[in-house]
């Protein structure tokens, strides 16, 4: 048997977390007390009356059909009424929206629609890993867009050669930032529709932490400026909003060709999310938020403890006005990887070196606040002891 594997398997660089997840358990295995601020996953459970909603919707047989690949109409009636409520936008639930199991899915086989192999697509680094590895499964070419400090971790698109920007099928942008919690200035989106239009580009925003914001942050949706809907598409997800990431839902929304395009794709890969997941989801998207709003405060606390901490010990952090993110400097001498294998090593504390972000995340670590408060003044108290 030749068991060779397809060059877009072999292109791949390794996934992150496995790398990450196989050091602290060689950490743990010595048994050290390991705190992990590692993976974007929100340690609290998702909210009661989620839970009990999908008690409910288990036992109705109608859910225990194959469900629509696109989302019930309930679901995307309810994804439509949130970003109406959230952000005054309008989209009609039958053909500007699409469910997905986990928005990571969609992000992933939403290139298919429009990735031709060679074909460019811009992709901004640091970054989520999905954006270039759906990129290349569709043997499709990812430009780096690099996010730097200078520019508020913003791509610089007027710094994209006008070759470059002409042969590329699709952007990708995701604000509040993950892994650097940049959020996007307030002309930035504009700039963003006018580049699209310009050079007849797909608008992909990943809008995963839209309601993790703080100090009265409260993040745009990409859609919500002018000439996006014509040019865009955006990804939603229940995971962090809601402490949800385990049930795998979400949804996209805008243009209602790109919205057709990925429903296309979609019902030819999978046959959607069960639909009693989608009925719970209904109970998230239609609750007052109130849920959301503790969440916020839950963070808020946690950032501060974080960093004060850091800037008492000298280290440069931005406080994030949105997203779980602390976007660290390392100290001189350090490198993203030295760093954080001394504060595994030395502190049993798990983070994630920048550079696997993406090579302009070098110099940066980032750490999740998905501790209780006690366990990240505990972060703190380690780093003392180790620098
Ligand atoms: C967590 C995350 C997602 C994926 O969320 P799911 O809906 O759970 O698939 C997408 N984008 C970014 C930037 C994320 O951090």
Not at 199 to 222: K, L, Q, T, W
Request: include cysteine; charge should be negative; hydrophobic fraction near 40%.
């Amino acid at each position: 048997m030749n068991f060779e594997k397809s060059q877009r398997i072999k292109k791949l660089p390794p996934y992150l977390f496995v790398e990450l997840d196989r050091k602290k358990a060689e950490i743990q295995a010595r048994g050290v007390d390991v705190i992990d601020l590692g993976i974007g996953d929100p340690d609290l459970p998702s909210p009661d009356f989620v839970v009990d909603a999908m008690a409910k919707a288990i036992r109705n047989p109608k859910n225990h059909r194959y469900p629509s690949s696109q989302g019930s109409p309930a679901f995307r009636k309810a994804a439509a009424g949130f970003l109406k409520n959230r952000f005054g936008v309008e989209v009609d639930a039958d053909s500007q929206v699409c469910a997905c199991i986990g928005s990571k899915e969609a992000i992933a086989h939403f290139p298919i629609a429009f990735v031709e192999p060679e074909d460019i697509v811009l992709v901004p680094s640091p970054g989520y890993p999905v954006y270039h590895i759906g990129t290349l499964f569709c043997g499709g070419i990812s430009y780096f867009l690099p996010l730097t400090a200078d520019n508020g971790f913003l791509p610089d698109l007027a710094s994209i050669p006008s070759d470059v920007a002409d042969k590329a099928r699709i952007i990708w942008l995701n604000y509040p930032n993950n892994p650097t919690s940049a959020c996007a200035r307030d002309d930035f989106f504009r700039q963003v529709v006018d580049f699209a239009q310009t050079h007849n580009i797909i608008v992909c925003h990943d809008a995963a932490y839209s309601e993790m914001c703080f100090d009265g942050y409260r993040a745009p949706s990409f859609l919500e400026t002018p000439g996006a809907m014509d040019v865009g598409i955006e990804f939603h997800s229940l995971s962090k909003t809601y402490n949800m990431t385990g049930w795998r839902i979400g949804f996209a929304a805008g243009n209602p060709d790109l919205v057709a395009a990925l429903k296309q794709v979609k019902s030819n890969v999978d046959s959607g999310q069960f639909e009693a997941v989608e009925d719970a989801a209904v109970a998230a998207l239609e609750s007052d938020q109130s849920f959301v709003k503790e969440m916020q405060e839950i963070y808020t606390r946690r950032r501060d403890i974080l960093v004060e901490g850091l800037k008492s010990l000298g280290i440069n952090a931005m406080k994030p006005k949105a997203t779980f993110y602390v976007w660290i400097t390392v100290p001189d001498g350090y490198t993203s990887s030295s760093f954080s294998s001394l504060l595994l090593e030395k502190a049993g504390i798990v983070c994630t070196p920048g550079n696997g972000f993406g090579e302009p995340g070098e110099g940066f670590v980032r750490m999740a606040l998905t501790v209780p408060e006690e366990r990240m003044a505990e972060v703190v108290e380690r780093l003392k002891g180790v620098l």
